[in-house]
């Protein structure tokens, strides 16, 4: 059996690979949504080719276990009004990241059914869905799917995905992988989308989340200084597009 997996290089998709492929031994196809536009997109890429030869070093079958990475560049997944639509009207009850619009479009554009979709019980869309998910057990994992009928018709943009991750924190996630022995690999996962100076900013949305979820010894103190840098380059880039 194989898994397909959005991996972006961060703790919770990071930790599902690693608990396939080095504690399941199971096979992946890893799936990377490109945003050029996005400061850390380089940094995300360079984590991933790190943590892949962390795993090899660990366990030297594991390679055959992860196929190549399918990239899709973000500019390329083709619009769907629907989804779109459904995605502002649950943004407009609680907040709701922009990437769940163009990632419902990307999961339906390729008709992929049962892509892994690392959420985590802290995270925003576990507010959403969980009272309406379902429970189920491959033989080797348990993980959840959204009811055929939810109670919100919108939430059919989470229809495609499986959501392996639901219940645990980052925290347990921690505790777990230093059972499994990959404590060391996650360590080299990356959160901030707007790093400076080849670390993370402190200010932007990732990194406030990843200190309020209980991992903040890996945010840096934020600093007046990083703040004017971060703006500064945010105003750099807009006058570049």
């Known amino acids: 059996m194989e898994y397909n997996i959005l991996w972006t290089s961060g703790w919770d998709s990071t930790y599902r690979v690693l608990d396939l492929v080095l504690n399941k031994k199971r096979k992946i196809q890893p799936y990377y949504v490109m945003d050029t536009d996005r400061v850390s997109t380089d940094f995300e890429i360079e984590a991933m080719e790190k943590i892949k030869q962390m795993i090899e070093v660990k366990d030297p079958e594991a390679k055959d276990r992860i196929k190549p990475t399918i990239n899709i560049n973000i500019k390329d997944i083709p619009p769907n009004e629907e989804i779109t639509r459904n995605y502002r009207i649950l943004a407009d009850m609680s907040h709701l990241g922009g990437q769940y619009d163009w990632l419902a479009r990307f999961a339906d554009s390729e008709d ?26 491959d033989g080797i994992d348990v993980f959840y799917t959204l009811k055929d009928n939810p109670s919100i018709e919108s939430l059919k943009i989470f229809s495609r995905y499986n959501f392996p991750l639901l219940q645990l924190t980052k925290l347990e996630m921690e505790q777990n992988s230093m059972k499994f022995g990959f404590a060391d690999i996650m360590e080299e996962t990356w959160f901030c989308h707007s790093p400076i100076n080849n670390k993370p900013c402190g200010f932007c949305n990732p990194c406030i989340y990843t200190r309020e979820e209980g991992m903040g010894r890996r945010v840096p103190k934020p600093t007046l200084k990083n703040k004017a840098i971060q703006f500064a380059s945010k105003v750099r880039r807009k006058v570049l597009r």
């Open 112 to 137: 992929i059914k049962g892509l892994e979709l690392s959420v985590h019980i802290d995270d925003t869309v576990y507010g959403f869905v969980k009272d309406d998910i379902v429970k189920k057990d």
